[in-house]
């Protein structure tokens, strides 16, 4: 009870330390992901022919159904091996996604959400192939 009393006395005692903490937390991005890289990645999904992206972040695979939009995401769970992030877009639209990742490689993706005031839910696999090519 001690530890937990000191951490809320330094919690409370410095908020300034513990918003910059946060927001540094924030920046590095999910820690499911930190094992994942960027790249050529492969997107299948059940009814729809498989689509190859060149992605610098695979956080950005959380809106696929919004790929482009000017969104703003938010981690609202992280875990080692799963996280969930929210998204939202300006002009409308947004979406809820849990990232799976199976290995550094190979990721499961469960997203919902609205796009062009209609709703979507499915789940896609993606496959990082390797670098992005050369321009």
């Given at each position: 009870m001690r530890g937990v009393n000191i951490y809320f006395r330094l919690c409370i005692g410095r908020p300034a330390a513990v918003l910059v903490l946060a927001a540094l937390t924030a920046a590095a991005g999910p820690s499911a992901?930190?094992?994942?890289s960027g790249g050529l990645w492969q997107i299948?999904?059940?009814g729809a022919a498989p689509a190859k992206l060149c992605i610098a972040n695979?956080?950005?695979l959380a809106q696929l159904e919004h790929r482009g939009a000017a969104c703003k995401r938010a981690v609202v769970r992280d875990g080692a091996m799963e996280t969930t992030i929210h998204y939202t877009c300006a002009g409308g639209g947004f979406g809820h996604s849990t990232i799976t990742?199976?290995?550094?490689?190979?990721l499961r993706?469960?997203?919902?959400g609205i796009a062009r005031d209609a709703p979507f839910?499915?789940?896609?696999?993606?496959?990082r192939l390797?670098?992005?090519p050369a321009h």
């Open positions: 992901l930190s094992r994942v299948d999904r059940e695979p956080a950005a990742v199976l290995t550094p490689r190979s993706i469960q997203t919902q839910n499915y789940t896609f696999q993606a496959r390797g670098d992005c």
